[in-house]
């Protein structure tokens, strides 16, 4: 098993980013996914999370209505849209899988929102 997140990057407020988590090694489209983040000096959180096939999504209160996890079964990732972002938004950002023997997670992608 696999994940590849990418782009993360250094935003100003209220600036949006997309990132994405490319997965391999399990069967993608019958896995819940999830972006968790942690910030510096902080417990790993999470920020939103997508069933199998899409079918329903949740996310933390902290993002509601700026965040939008989605979900491509054709190219086995999961995005994340992040807009009106926040410096309180600075964080690792790690997409997670559900549902297998074991949980994985990926590498991480450093968002920094700052002016």
């Known amino acids: 098993v696999q994940l590849v997140e990418s782009g993360g990057g250094l935003v100003q407020p209220g600036g949006s980013l997309r990132l994405s988590c490319t997965a391999s090694?399990?069967?993608?489209?019958?896995?819940?996914m999830s972006w968790y983040r942690q910030a510096p000096g902080k417990e790993r959180e999470l920020a939103a999370y997508?069933?199998?096939?899409?079918?329903?999504?949740n996310y933390a209160d902290s993002v509601k209505g700026r965040f939008t996890i989605s979900r491509d079964d054709s190219k086995n990732t999961v995005y994340l849209q992040m807009n009106s972002l926040k410096p309180e938004d600075t964080a690792i950002y790690y997409c997670?899988?559900?549902?297998?023997?074991?949980?994985?997670w990926g590498q991480g992608t450093q968002v920094t929102v700052s002016s």
């Open positions: 997670r899988t559900y549902g297998l023997p074991r949980t994985y």
């Open positions: 090694g399990f069967d993608f489209s019958r896995r819940g």
């Open positions: 997508i069933s199998q096939f899409g079918s329903s999504t």
